[in-house]
């Protein structure tokens, strides 16, 4: 496998433990998907009993579609550190701010 070496924020805790990445409030995918234009939702959730056995990894946020929060920058997340939640039905980011 390659390695690349990439600045991201980091996704410093999700309270989604019915996601399968999700293992003690913090989410250990490699990098998640964030929002639409609409919501800024966990694009990565995925729900399942099988939780990520990588329990040492801290995700970052790979690419955030959410362009009507402030801290998007040209589909990017710019901020330094984000938390996502449930909310009704949704899984979202909590760091989000329109605009
Ligand atoms: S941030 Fe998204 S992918 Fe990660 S544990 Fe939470 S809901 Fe799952
Ligand atoms: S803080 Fe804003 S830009 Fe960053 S992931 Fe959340 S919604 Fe996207």
């Known amino acids: 496998m390659k390695h690349i070496?990439?600045?991201?924020?980091?996704?410093?805790?999700c309270l989604a433990n019915k996601c399968a990445y999700?293992?003690?409030?913090?989410?250990?995918?490699?990098?998640?998907t964030v929002g639409n234009s609409m919501h800024a939702g966990c694009d990565t959730f995925f729900s399942g009993s099988g939780h990520t056995q990588a329990a040492g990894r801290t995700a970052g946020v790979g690419a955030c579609k959410?362009?009507?929060c402030?801290?998007?920058?040209?589909?990017?997340?710019?901020?330094?550190?984000?938390?996502v939640a449930p909310k009704g039905q949704e899984v979202n980011c909590m760091t989000f701010q329109p605009r």
């Not at 070496?5 to 805790?13: K, R, S, W």
């Not at 402030?70 to 938390?83: A, G, P, Q, V, W």
């Open 66 to 68: 959410s362009t009507n």
């Open 70 to 83: 402030k801290f998007n920058e040209d589909l990017e997340c710019m901020t330094d550190s984000i938390r």
């Open 5 to 13: 070496t990439i600045d991201m924020p980091i996704v410093a805790e």
């Open 22 to 32: 999700n293992v003690n409030m913090k989410c250990h995918a490699r990098a998640i």
